[in-house]
């Protein structure tokens, strides 16, 4: 059997213990070995930590000194001497604030050369406090040395092709990466529903080593055809579709299924070593309500945009939401990081129309057991977690980004 069969099998099984449970409320977590697998168990009920309202720092002007105006703010995130990096892509550079705030450096800038970028994608911080970034049009990686200067390059143009992700420097200096490319049947016509292959990978200098390679994100696939061949294809994200999200911790890889709410942990030799669970999470069916909802959303963005015939955007939503597999279940986590102190933060999922408050984070430790529920402001796309602050991007009114860091508040 190979990799890529094995994982579908172990990722239907996982899918259909996962939807067959029942939700248990208990007091805390439990460690079993399964076959050689650490499996982890938490029932809370969990300590509950918030970010303070008010940012510790705010950075950004909407008029002034360009070194404080942002654009397309890919990152942000909190050396370990305090120092504030920020990667922008609308301005191809990288700029280093003190631990006050204040204005220090800028390296890069828009081209093909070394140390200039064309799009700048996804961004991780290491441990090691270096950047690595990947120029999603150069199709390069870049390390961002602490000493405020854009070190070596990396061509990823043998890496395979699709939408790619940074995950973190391993300890052996490897670059681990999701790479996420779209499936579908050319002979399908209309909009039809899929799910995009997900390969997380392992770059070194000389050679790329496949760790795991399984389904990954539902979505959508819309085509059409003229004489029985395709004339053209889109791809779209799916509503309320399940995702396969991806995290480096130590040379472990990590996998949270959305569907079927857990994590797997993942050694170098592509096997599970680790699966965590929480077993106070209901399964939620999506409803005719959740439909309902998220047709209205698109109504009103239509509207909010000035179109005064949006029947063709309903007609859009519609179809994709009839793609949708029978007994479709809410999302319950749509985003992953991993914070300095290696530990994981998973969101839970934010319905697309918005409007709540507040966002909420589950932290767990290296080991798989919850160490909390965090509260954050929903106007705030966070970035990069430590001890005791995180650090992400807020917008005004105006639409203007400003960089800014907010204490964590605990019980």
Do not use: K
């Not at 259909?16 to 168990?41: F, K, M, N, P, W």
């Amino acid at each position: 059997m190979s990799m890529h069969t094995a994982w579908q099998v172990l990722f239907a099984a996982a899918l259909l213990a996962g939807c067959g449970r029942d939700s248990v409320q208990r007091t805390a977590a439990t460690e079993r070995d399964s076959a050689g697998i650490s499996i982890v168990e938490n029932t809370g009920p969990y300590a509950e930590w918030r970010v303070a309202p008010e940012p510790e720092i705010r950075l950004g002007v909407v008029e002034g000194d360009s070194a404080y105006q942002f654009h397309r703010i890919a990152f942000a995130g909190r050396l370990s001497d305090g120092r504030i990096v920020v990667a922008s892509a609308g301005t191809s550079d990288i700029r280093w604030y003190s631990a006050a705030g204040e204005y220090r450096a800028r390296a890069g800038r828009s081209g093909e050369g070394p140390g200039e970028f064309r799009a700048i994608g996804h961004v991780v911080l290491t441990a090691a406090d270096t950047l690595i970034l990947h120029d999603v049009r150069n199709r390069r990686l870049t390390w961002v040395t602490p000493d405020e200067t854009i070190g070596r390059g990396q061509p990823a143009s043998a890496l395979p092709s699709g939408v790619m992700t940074v995950l973190g420097q391993q300890p052996d200096g490897r670059v681990a990466l999701a790479i996420s490319a779209p499936t579908w049947d050319p002979h399908r016509p209309g909009v039809t529903y899929t799910r995009n292959t997900l390969s997380v990978v392992v770059l070194g200098e000389a050679r790329v080593d496949t760790v795991v390679r399984l389904p990954g994100n539902e979505t959508s696939i819309w085509a059409s055809f003229d004489g029985g061949r395709p004339t053209r294809m889109q791809q779209f994200g799916l509503p309320f579709g399940h995702s396969v999200l991806a995290a480096a911790l130590g040379s472990d890889i990590v996998l949270a299924l959305s569907e079927t709410q857990q994590l797997e942990f993942i050694d170098a030799g592509s096997s599970r070593r680790r699966i965590v669970r929480r077993l106070d999470l209901p399964v939620t069916l999506l409803t005719e309500q959740h439909r309902a909802r998220r047709v209205q959303q698109t109504i009103d963005e239509a509207r909010a945009r000035g179109q005064a015939n949006y029947s063709a955007a309903v007609d859009g939503i519609n179809q994709q939401l009839d793609a949708l597999p029978e007994g479709h279940t809410m999302p319950v986590f749509d985003r992953i990081l991993v914070d300095a102190e290696g530990r994981l933060w998973l969101r839970d999922y934010v319905p697309p129309w918005g409007g709540e408050p507040m966002q909420t984070w589950t932290v767990y430790r290296p080991d798989g057991h919850i160490e909390s529920r965090i509260s954050v402001p929903s106007s705030i796309m966070v970035m990069h977690t430590g001890r005791g602050y995180v650090t992400g991007v807020a917008r005004d009114s105006l639409d203007v980004e400003y960089v800014v860091v907010h204490a964590i508040e605990r019980d």
